[in-house]
């Protein structure tokens, strides 16, 4: 329980089962065994009991496994050591009560008493800048200069606190003189340091000096255990510093101050501003370097500068000189540091953006580095994450921007005609209210209501994820009509609605990344219309609508031709028949094949290859994909047994 709040609180995942988790994190997987037949293997033999004590071992060794690899106790352990605050706090309450508790210690010290304010709405105030970005593909190298802890830096420079802040009238009456305080750029007066240290500046030095240190003995440290407890300090003590910002801007908190927030968001947009003015009036021709520097995009605490350079290394070279002049110009210890370089870079939006990630080697890229891009969101299906993950991949590490479009094409045609693996197309939401909950009818909730209906043991309950996917269904039908169970749609042979899946999950995502290389009007024309949108399938479905009415007459094998009895062929195609048998058996050992690779497949996961697989995993896509060929097996099967041969 202890590990799934901690996977609640601090990471994003499609699915907190114990199976997927494990999955994501270790590469390790547990039979997923259905509560229903557990009494069955305890009453069987060794062998099912051997299952049964390794699905209960797994169980248990798996969260250890996880708190292991995550550091969960390590890290949490050190945030409470760093911050003060019992263990239990840190799952249970959120960042306020971490700064509270530095709060208080401090003012302890100093003998001071921290007043209790009631919690109050209040107004808004500005926050950080955002230089408009130049949309683009960039196969030109950009580098990334980035304010190292930019609003504890502007905390500590400028000595913002509550001890220190001056309200209307109070320098006069305190006989304080203009060189003994600051003006910041929102109107507000705080006193300089030499007249009195801050609460916060005090608790902010304490914090990044500490983490520095961390991260000196982290650099030289050699045993392993040792490495991760530092690295969970230094992390602890990165957490803390930002928190204290967001805590005087909470305004609906244990102690908000408005003066403090905006101050700080105030010195961060001029600050941000600044530096584009300094990089862009230094770098240039005239001063002799290879070509006019331009800031293209910049974002609360970096800027990105394209500096005219052809290659990574040079671009490291010019950033790290730039971030050293830009830093001369502003009050320590606020320090513009050389983060990276990307290469190439497509910046599509405000906070969305992607390109090659250059910092520890100039020769080969880290990383793939995406922001704000499709490729983790939890509401669309795994096929969209998977298309722009491949297409991101050919547009920049490939070079191949027609590359991608083609990739894109293909996807989209096989979508259409119905190719794609229902595991691909499955979305998953979690159930967080009863349907009555809600103020509009959302698809998770409306199948799960069905599906209490249909099987009220297996059906989803409260705080689970449900997996779904969108059917095809009369034109105007509301998509929360639309939701089903993706296993009762392989079984009932249920089309999907593809079109839904083309317009609503795939299209703004495909063009977000493919407009700033196409062009916005070219962008639609080329990927959502054309010859590869022309040609679909539809399947027939062997429950609802006009089906609950029909009677299913056998056709002819070879043209389709309607059959008065269980025929295998019609009079026309009788001399060919031999053919056709041939040809449909090589089609049944197709799907015996792939059948068996799947369910080894399953076996060697479940460890062992001389039992039954039971496995029935809803995370896991081998599952899905075992489940539509065992039905289509039993189809052809059944197609084959009308030869009579």
């Not at 119905?418 to 998953?428: A, E, P």
């Not at 028949?577 to 792939?594: A, C, D, M, N």
């Amino acid at each position: 329980m202890w590990v799934l709040q901690v996977l609640l609180r601090d990471y994003k995942l499609r699915s907190y089962t114990l199976n997927a988790v494990s999955f994501h994190f270790l590469q390790e997987q547990k039979e997923d065994v259905q509560h229903s037949i557990i009494t069955d293997l305890q009453n069987g033999n060794e062998q099912t009991r051997r299952r049964l004590a390794v699905y209960c071992l797994k169980d248990a060794y798996l969260p250890l496994r996880l708190l292991q690899k995550l550091m969960c106790v390590i890290n949490y352990m050190e945030m409470a050591r760093v911050t003060g605050v019992p263990l239990t706090y840190l799952l249970s309450r959120g960042q306020q009560i971490k700064v509270v508790s530095q709060l208080l210690r401090q003012a302890m010290k100093q003998g001071l008493v921290m007043p209790v304010v009631k919690p109050e709405g209040g107004e808004d105030y500005t926050g950080a800048t955002v230089i408009e970005p130049e949309k683009g593909y960039y196969s030109v190298p950009i580098a990334t200069l980035d304010f190292s802890s930019l609003y504890p830096s502007i905390m500590m420079a400028h000595n913002l606190c509550y001890t220190t802040l001056l309200q209307k009238g109070s320098a006069e009456k305190l006989g304080l003189t203009p060189e003994d305080f600051i003006k910041t750029p929102t109107g507000d007066l705080f006193v300089k340091s030499s007249v009195r240290k801050g609460l916060l500046p005090d608790i902010l030095e304490d914090l990044l000096s500490a983490r520095k240190k961390a991260k000196a003995e982290l650099k030289n440290e050699t045993d392993p255990f040792k490495k991760q407890v530092l690295d969970g300090r230094q992390l602890a003590l990165k957490i803390s510093a930002n928190s204290v910002y967001g805590f005087t801007g909470a305004q609906v908190g244990k102690l908000p101050c408005l003066e403090i927030s905006q101050s700080v968001t105030g010195f961060g947009r001029q600050m941000i501003e600044q530096t584009k003015q300094l990089v862009e009036s230094k770098y240039t021709i005239a001063n002799g370097y290879q070509a006019d520097a331009k800031v293209i995009y910049g974002d609360t605490d970096s800027v990105m500068v394209k500096l005219g350079v052809d290659t990574v290394s040079r671009a490291m070279e010019v950033g790290r000189e730039a971030a050293e002049w830009v830093s001369s110009h502003f009050t320590p210890p606020i320090k513009l540091e050389f983060e990276k370089v990307y290469y190439p870079y497509l910046l599509i939006n405000k906070k969305r953006y992607a390109g090659l990630y250059f910092s520890s080697s100039a020769d080969t890229h880290d990383k793939m580095d995406c922001k704000g891009i499709e490729t983790v969101r939890r509401d669309n299906c795994t096929l969209v994450a998977n298309l722009i993950n491949t297409c991101l991949q050919t547009i920049l590490i490939d070079r191949d921007p027609q590359g991608a479009v083609a990739h894109a094409k293909e996807v989209i045609s096989d979508l259409l005609c119905n190719r794609i693996d229902i595991s691909q197309l499955v979305i998953t939401k979690e159930l967080t209210r009863t349907a009555q909950e809600y103020a509009a009818k959302q698809a998770h909730v409306e199948l799960a209501e069905r599906m209490k209906k249909r099987d009220a043991g297996s059906a989803p309950q409260l705080g689970d994820r449900v997996p779904y996917v969108i059917i095809k269904a009369a034109k105007g039908v509301a998509a929360y009509m639309k939701s089903e169970d993706p296993i009762y749609v392989l079984e009932n042979n249920i089309p999907i609605d593809t079109q839904y899946y083309l317009e609503q999950q795939l299209s703004k995502p495909l063009l977000r990344i493919f407009e700033p290389i196409l062009g916005e009007s070219k962008a639609e024309s080329v990927l959502l219309k054309g010859d590869h949108t022309r040609c679909k399938t539809v399947l027939t479905s062997r429950v609802g609508g006009l089906m609950a009415f029909a009677t299913r007459r056998s056709a002819c094998i070879g043209c389709r031709a309607v059959l008065k009895n269980d025929a295998a062929v019609c009079d026309f195609c009788k001399k060919k028949e031999s053919e056709l048998y041939q040809k449909e058996i090589f089609h049944l050992s197709t799907l015996e094949e792939r059948f068996s690779r799947l369910w080894t497949q399953c076996q060697r996961c479940q460890g062992s290859l001389h039992e039954d697989v039971l496995c029935t995993s809803r995370d896991c896509p081998i599952f899905y994909m075992r489940k539509k060929v065992q039905k289509d097996l039993d189809d052809q099967e059944k197609l084959v047994s009308r030869f009579g041969w």
